[in-house]
């Protein structure tokens, strides 16, 4: 998602993880049966996959939006996954260097921060 035009990575990682934060969801509420939770997470699954994904990304925006409260950023609001073409997406210079600030304390971002270009390679 780092390189440019990478909408369509975090859209396939919103719906990818948003299913694990429904089966969280769903495990939080509910913890007095595995086997039931695991059923319900079964029919969540399959619905997310007749609606194109649509409520697992919702999911990840609400996450994103709470973890941004979280770390400090106050004036932020995302209303999809990638930040673009919706005037809805709310920032501030502020927020943006406090963003910036908390992922440098990763490491790997870090390493891919420093460098110019980046290549990926195939594992076979």
Known sequence: ????????????????????????????????????????????????NKEYDKESVKLFIFEM?????????????FANVHGLSNTKNLTTAKDMAILTSHCLKNHLLRVIFKKKYYTCEVFN
């Open 65 to 77: 939006n709470k973890n941004c409260h979280k770390i400090g950023l106050k004036n932020t609001y």
């Open 1 to 48: 998602m780092l390189l440019p035009s990478g909408n369509d990575a975090a859209v396939a990682l919103a719906q990818y993880f948003g299913k694990f934060l429904s089966f969280k969801l769903v495990r939080d509420t509910d913890s007095k049966n595995v086997r039931e939770t695991l059923q319900k997470f079964k029919e969540f699954t399959e619905f997310y």
